[in-house]
């Protein structure tokens, strides 16, 4: 009886009962593109949100820091612009110290003593005016004037130190003996019964201080120097000046 042989590769009763397996895709390795769960997705979105809220904190902490850094420079531009002009002010209304002015308003003649043809001394009367236009007071001290006709010096009045206030004039009377018999050499018979005009001139050195809220100080040195127009009555008389013009050289 003949045994009849199947295929080489038939598959016997056993094996056809197994499940056939699926091939694993030749392209795809679990090692390079690892599964991901929800969880996994949560932790990554939640870091991200960490991530960006730190850089917020970080952006707004930087944003706040130059901002007040903004502000204090500020202040100090503002501080240093208000102080300057406030420095300018100053200087050119307080601090800014203006030049007396000294100013002979009149002469007259308060006494005659001797023979008009002789040797004869006159006193005579100068009125004089200091004005101080400064926002504070100028102290000065002794001044000595000195009065002189056709280059002879025919006497010198002496003024005592004093202080002006701010704003205000002084006036102040000052008295000399003017040598009248160097004056009435050249008086003629006419001139004693109808009188003469004579041009004097004066020159006057008052030092002084001005002194602001007793931080600036300023030294002051004027040089006066006036041209005066006496009018003589007959046999002097009188004598009193008809115009005064004073210039003034302040240091």
Request: aromatic share 8%.
């Amino acid at each position: 009886m003949a045994t009849t042989v199947g295929p080489y590769n038939a598959a016997t009763p056993d094996e056809k009962k197994e499940p056939t397996r699926p091939l694993a895709h030749p392209y795809i390795s679990p090692s390079v593109y690892p599964a991901t769960t929800d969880e996994d997705d949560d932790v990554e979105v939640q870091e991200e949100a960490s991530t960006a809220t730190k850089r917020g904190r970080s952006t707004a902490q930087y944003l706040g820091k130059r901002r007040r850094a903004l502000c204090w420079c500020g202040c100090c531009v503002t501080t240093v612009a208000v102080v300057g002009i406030v420095v300018l002010v100053l200087a050119l209304t307080v601090f800014r110290v203006k030049d007396p002015v000294f100013t002979m308003n009149r002469v007259t003649l308060e006494d005659v003593d001797g023979d008009l043809l002789g040797a004869v001394n006159a006193t005579l009367s100068a009125d004089v005016s200091i004005k101080n236009p400064n926002v504070a007071s100028f102290s000065y001290g002794r001044s000595e004037t000195g009065f002189y006709y056709g280059g002879e010096t025919v006497g010198v009045a002496y003024a005592p130190d004093g202080e002006v206030g701010a704003g205000r004039t002084v006036r102040m009377n000052v008295t000399l003996d003017a040598l009248a018999d160097r004056i009435s050499r050249n008086v003629g018979f006419a001139d004693l019964v109808f009188g003469r005009e004579y041009d004097l001139t004066s020159y006057t050195e008052i030092s002084g201080r001005v002194s602001v809220l007793g931080i600036y100080k300023r030294d002051l040195h004027i040089k006066v120097n006036c041209s005066i127009t006496l009018e003589v009555s007959s046999a002097f008389s009188s004598v009193e000046s008809k115009t005064t013009d004073c210039v003034a050289d302040v240091k």
